[in-house]
C-alpha cells in the first residue's frame, strides 16, 4: 500500500500564489468586464424610463398649446409640469411634500426654457402667410368652422411639436462615457447643447388638432 506523501511547503506555496493570482484575475474581470456591461444596462433603462416620460409630456404640452393658439411658453410650462416626477426627490413616506413638489417644478422650468428645445414643426410661418386672416390686430390661421374650409387650412390645425429635453445621466461612469462619446458622434447643435451641460439628449414628438387659433407668436 503507497502512502501519501505530504506536500513540500514549497508546493504549498506554489498552490495558495494559484489561488491568490485566480481571485485577483476574478476580481479584475468583475471591475473591467462584468461592472461596465451591468452600468451601463442600468443608465440604459434609466433613459428608456425618461423617454417614455417625456412622450407622456410632449404630448400634454401639445394639449395645452391647441387650446392656447399654440403658445410656446404656454407649452413650455406645461412641458415643465409633466416633468416635475423626474426632478422631485423621492420621500420615504412615499408621498412627496407640496414644497419638494413646488421646487421640482422650478428646476424643470429652468431646464426647459434654459437647455431644451421646442419646435413647432406644423404649422409654419408659410401657412401663415398663405392662409392666415386678420383678427383682433393680428394674424391668425383660423380654427372656426374647421370642417367647411380647405383642406389646407384643415392641415395647418394640426399641431405637431417637437421636444429635445436635455436628461441628466445618473449612473457613474456609464452617463458620463456615454455623454462623451455622443459629443464626438453627434453633430445636432441641439443636441451638443445637451452634451455641453453634461447630459443626455432624448427627442419626442407629438401631433394634435388645435382647439382655438393659431398665432403669429408661435411659428418660425
Do not use: W
Request: hydrophobic content about 50%.
Amino acid at each position: 500500500m503507497r502512502v501519501k506523501q505530504p506536500l513540500a511547503p514549497s508546493s504549498r506555496v506554489c498552490v495558495s500564489g494559484q489561488r491568490g493570482a485566480t481571485l485577483i484575475e476574478f476580481a479584475l474581470a468583475l471591475i473591467f468586464g462584468v461592472l461596465p456591461i451591468v452600468m451601463s444596462i442600468l443608465q440604459t433603462g434609466a433613459l428608456l424610463v425618461a423617454k417614455n416620460e417625456l412622450n407622456l409630456a410632449t404630448f400634454l404640452a401639445a394639449r395645452e398649446g391647441a387650446v392656447a393658439g399654440a403658445d410656446p411658453g404656454t407649452m413650455q410650462r406645461s412641458l415643465a409640469r409633466a416633468l416635475v416626477p423626474s426632478y422631485v426627490r423621492a420621500e420615504r413616506s412615499g408621498v412627496a411634500a407640496p414644497a419638494s413638489v413646488a421646487l421640482a417644478y422650478g428646476v424643470a422650468l429652468a431646464d426647459v426654457t434654459a437647455l431644451d428645445s421646442l419646435r413647432v414643426l406644423n404649422p409654419t410661418r408659410n401657412d401663415l402667410d398663405k392662409l392666415g386672416v386678420a383678427r383682433g390686430g393680428q394674424r391668425v390661421i383660423p380654427n372656426d368652422s374647421i370642417e367647411f374650409r380647405s383642406r389646407a387650412v384643415q392641415a395647418a390645425n394640426v399641431l405637431t411639436i417637437e421636444v429635445t429635453h436635455c436628461q441628466s445621466v445618473v449612473v457613474p461612469l456609464a452617463g458620463p462615457a456615454l455623454v462623451a462619446a455622443l459629443r464626438l458622434l453627434d453633430p445636432d447643435p441641439r443636441h451638443q447643447r445637451c452634451l455641453v451641460a453634461g447630459r443626455a439628449p432624448l427627442a419626442a414628438r407629438a401631433s394634435i388638432v388645435m382647439q382655438s387659433d393659431v398665432h403669429a407668436a408661435a411659428l418660425r
